[in-house]
C-alpha cells in the first residue's frame, strides 16, 4: 500500500532554511504519471498548496512562494525534498506531502497524505 | 489565483440526515480537455486530509456511497445522503485546473 512520512525539524529560526524530507512507498516515482506535492496548514487554517514534483523532474510551485521554494526527488531513495528559505514566523504551519497519480482518464490528485509534520518558527 | 469559496463555513447535522456543502470557483474549472478538476478532502479531528471525490463526482476508492459530488462550470455540491458520527471533520475543495491549486477554506461538520 502507498504510504508517505514527513520528517525534518519541529522548530526553525526567523530567517533560516527549512529542509523537510517526503518518504514514501508503495510507489515509485519514475512511473509516468506520479507526482509528489506538499500543503501546509497553519494552526486552525485552511490548505495551501506549496509545490509538485513530477515522475519526469518537471516542477510546479506556488507563484506567490516560488522564490523561496525548491523541491527535488531521489527516485532511487524513495524521497522528495522540500527547502524554504527565509523563513517566517507566519510559516509556522503542518507540512504535508501527498501523492498524486493522473492518467489520461482520470486524475484522482493528492489520493494519499502523509501524517504532516509540524513547523513553528519562532526565536 | 482562483478562489473557492464554500458555503456554510460550519454545519451541524443529525445523524441520519442529509448534508450539503457548497463550493465555488471564481473562474470556471471545466479544463480544454474536457474534465472538470475539482476534488473534495475531509480531514477528520487530529488527521491529514483524504480524498473522497476527484473530478467533480467520481467516488475515491473506499468512499461510501453516502457521499456524492455534483456540479458544472464554477459550481460544485458534496452532498452526504445520511450523515453519520465518523464523517465529522472540516470538508475542503480544491481546483487544480490552474496554478496555484487553491483550496476552499473549509467546512466543518459536527454532529447534533
Known amino acids: 500500500q502507498i504510504t508517505l512520512k514527513e520528517s525534518g525539524p519541529t522548530l526553525v529560526k526567523p530567517t533560516q532554511t527549512l529542509t523537510l524530507t517526503c518518504t514514501f512507498s508503495g510507489f515509485s516515482l519514475s512511473t509516468s504519471g506520479v507526482g509528489v506535492g506538499w500543503i501546509r496548514q497553519p494552526p486552525g487554517k485552511a490548505l495551501e498548496w506549496l509545490a509538485l514534483i513530477y515522475w519526469d523532474a518537471d516542477k510546479r510551485y506556488s507563484p506567490s512562494l516560488k522564490s523561496r521554494l525548491t523541491i527535488t526527488k531521489d527516485t532511487s531513495k524513495n524521497l522528495v525534498v522540500l527547502t524554504m528559505t527565509n523563513m517566517d514566523p507566519v510559516d509556522t504551519a503542518t507540512y504535508y506531502c501527498?501523492?498524486?497519480?493522473?492518467?489520461?482518464?482520470?486524475?484522482?490528485?493528492?489520493?494519499?497524505w502523509g501524517q504532516g509534520t509540524p513547523v513553528t518558527v519562532s526565536s | 489565483d482562483i478562489v473557492m469559496t464554500q458555503t456554510p463555513l460550519s454545519l451541524s447535522v443529525t445523524p441520519g440526515q442529509p448534508a450539503s456543502i457548497s463550493c465555488k470557483s471564481s473562474q470556471s474549472l471545466l479544463h480544454s480537455d474536457g474534465r472538470t478538476y475539482l476534488y473534495w478532502y475531509l480531514q477528520k479531528p487530529g488527521q491529514p486530509p483524504q480524498l473522497l471525490i476527484y473530478e467533480v463526482s467520481n467516488r475515491f476508492s473506499g468512499v461510501p456511497d453516502r457521499f456524492s459530488g455534483s456540479g458544472l462550470g464554477t459550481d460544485f455540491t458534496l452532498k452526504i445522503s445520511r450523515v453519520e458520527a465518523e464523517d465529522v471533520g472540516v470538508y475542503y475543495c480544491?481546483?487544480?485546473?490552474?496554478?496555484?491549486?487553491?483550496f476552499g477554506q473549509g467546512t466543518k461538520v459536527e454532529i447534533k
Open positions: 501527498a501523492h498524486r497519480y493522473c492518467t489520461t482518464t482520470s486524475c484522482p490528485h493528492f489520493d494519499y
Open positions: 480544491m481546483q487544480s485546473i490552474q496554478l496555484p491549486w487553491t
